[in-house]
């Protein structure tokens, strides 16, 4: 177990990693949580955290603290921001155990007006955009584009390369300037799908709502890693603040 992982994040991966597992299946029944914090040698306080947690992603059913957590269906997600954190911290890749990422493109394009102050750079000025497809089960499941500051590309060569990078792009940039993520800063909003995004994603029908989720994501150092944003049908349970 890393040292920098709070416990009860380092319990909610374990417990992600046994329904992504199937060793806990949708609508499986946990024990009490007095059983829980017992079996994890660990507070029931612990132990409701780690409830609150699964069940903001998704991966519990809701419940009172009296009740023991179910299971839910999460076989068609992808990792979540915190997830994703938890992932790499526990073994070094930030995607899911049953996902995967295709990158669609890498190059310079000029910065969007609403990305550039982010970024520290002039709206225009040419930066870096990688724009994927994330799949789960090599099933389309969300695209997006992420952008890069000057110092990242700079000292993350590998960005600039046609090629998914398992560690996660944010993660070895972290790495590659010395410092840690700190904040993930979300914005969600919800509009029709493109043409192109109904393609990517295998959309029905002509007119389909997304969900959009615009991240910032800000190291320990206070510098931008990375600004991105992800497009996905339907709605997700997503948090605006989130230590990492």
Not at 122 to 129: K, N, S
Not at 151 to 162: D, I, W, Y
């Amino acid at each position: 177990m890393s040292e920098h992982i709070p416990k009860y994040r380092a319990i909610a991966q374990k417990l992600r990693d046994q329904v992504a597992s199937g060793e806990l299946p949708p609508g499986s029944t946990l024990m009490a949580r007095r059983n829980l914090a017992a079996t994890f040698q660990t507070s029931r306080a612990t132990i409701d955290r780690v409830v609150e947690l699964l069940t903001a992603e998704g991966v519990f059913e809701p419940s009172d603290k009296n009740r023991p957590p179910v299971v839910a269906d999460v076989t068609k997600r992808i990792a979540t921001v915190q997830s994703r954190a938890d992932n790499h911290a526990v073994n070094g890749r930030a995607l899911g155990k049953n996902e995967t990422s295709q990158i669609l493109s890498v190059e310079h394009v000029p910065c969007p007006p609403d990305v550039a102050p982010t970024l520290g750079v002039e709206a225009g000025d040419p930066v870096l955009c990688r724009s994927r497809l994330n799949l789960v089960d090599g099933k389309p499941d969300a695209t997006g584009s992420s952008y890069y500051p000057p110092e990242v590309v700079r000292l993350t060569p590998e960005l600039a390369q046609p090629k998914s990078i398992p560690e996660g792009s944010r993660e070895l940039a972290a790495k590659r300037l010395k410092t840690r993520q700190k904040h993930c800063n979300n914005v969600i909003t919800s509009r029709l799908a493109t043409d192109q995004e109904r393609e990517l994603l295998k959309l029905g029908g002509t007119i389909t709502v997304v969900t959009q989720v615009a991240r910032h994501v800000t190291a320990t150092n206070g510098k931008t890693l990375e600004v991105a944003t992800k497009v996905f049908e339907g709605n997700r349970p997503v948090s605006f603040l989130i230590d990492l």
